[in-house]
């Protein structure tokens, strides 16, 4: 299950805003595969036992079949979290509860090269940013000596007050889900590990004291943000480019995409390519439609996630859908 970022998508665009579709559709498959986006909301990531959380660079070589999936059966992964020095004290206190409340394995690195991060919209009115420090950190986290199995990065996001606060109250396109997504892409195909990014500090300041819409109310409950990437990485699994075993989960286990209408991106190509169903959500199409740009075949239209779930629940027993709609 996929929802990209940056586009405005109706259900999952926002603030975790799709964790109770995941959860819906986890409960009519063996396992389902997200990415940060669909589940992550500041401090809430409400996966079930049988979801699986892979950063979106290392969805995309997955399903080109260029790694494997390796489930962590016992125990829980040993989280590194990154951040710019001086360590805020939201993060130190949210790593801190990590551990005695989740008994989380994590540490904190503090960066010798601060990580910048700026979020803005671009003309088209799709989410964009720019970033600097990513190979100082890649560099500082290789040569630590440090033991650990993902990445957490947790640093700020400079974003335009106007913009940030327009979003919040109206809606429309998340501003920086984009550039947390080009940071731990970045980190994790340069890692080879589960990376996931949560901006320290959020992105509104002391001065905004509003209610608002139930699916960016995640966006205004947190000061350090990083609760939903913790929850996630801890069992997120290993990336594995050779030596497979055969309880890894490769690209051949997959049978079905579910996406948002009118998107098409990697994903999708990897799955068209390998005869993958493709599944498009009618009701979650997003502001700004990221369709192919030739006519494509092998997608099945559904209207929203309820008829999704009855869709898959009969895949798995085998149950035409034109036997059970007249």
């Not at 400079?158 to 731990?184: H, I, K, Q, T």
């Not at 970045?186 to 002391?206: N, R, T």
């Not at 055969?246 to 994903?267: E, F, H, K």
């Not at 092998?298 to 009855?310: I, Q, R």
Request: net charge negative; aromatic share 4%; charged share 20%.
């Amino acid at each position: 299950m996929i929802v990209p970022t940056g586009i405005g998508c109706p259900i999952g665009g926002h603030a975790g805003d799709a964790n109770p579709a995941a959860a819906l559709l986890s409960s009519v498959c063996d396992e389902l595969i997200v990415h940060p986006n669909v589940v992550n909301a500041s401090d809430i990531n409400e996966m079930r036992d049988n979801v699986l959380y892979v950063e979106g660079s290392a969805l995309d070589a997955f399903l080109r079949d260029h790694i494997a999936l390796r489930r962590v059966k016992c125990g829980s992964n040993r989280v590194l979290v990154v951040t710019n020095s001086p360590a805020p004290t939201a993060t130190r206190n949210a790593v801190g509860a990590a551990r005695a409340t989740l008994g989380l394995d994590v540490e904190i690195m503090e960066l010798l090269e601060p990580l910048k991060m700026e979020a803005y919209i671009d003309e088209g009115g799709a989410a964009a940013g720019l970033c600097s420090g990513i190979g100082a950190l890649v560099s500082q986290v290789r040569s630590s000596g440090l033991t650990f199995d993902a990445v957490a990065v947790s640093s700020e996001i400079e974003v335009d007050r106007d913009v940030a606060f327009l979003y919040l109250r109206v809606g429309g396109v998340n501003p920086w889900g984009c550039v947390e997504a080009m940071v731990s892409k970045e980190v994790s195909k340069a890692l080879g590990i589960p990376v996931a990014h949560a901006p320290v500090g959020g992105v509104i300041d002391d001065t905004f004291d509003e209610v608002v819409d139930d699916r960016r109310a995640a966006e205004c409950v947190s000061t350090a943000y990083l609760h939903c990437v913790l929850k996630g990485l801890r069992r997120s699994p290993q990336l594995i480019s050779a030596f497979r075993l055969p309880s890894d989960l490769t690209v051949n286990d997959i049978d079905m995409l579910v996406s948002p209408a009118s998107c098409w991106g990697p994903p999708h190509d990897a799955c068209a390519g390998s005869g993958i169903e493709i599944v498009w959500v009618e009701e979650n199409l997003p502001e700004i439609a990221l369709s192919p740009g030739t006519v494509v075949d092998g997608y099945t239209l559904v209207a929203n996630y309820l008829e999704a779930a009855g869709l898959i629940a009969a895949r798995l027993v085998g149950v035409s859908v034109d036997s059970v709609t007249r």
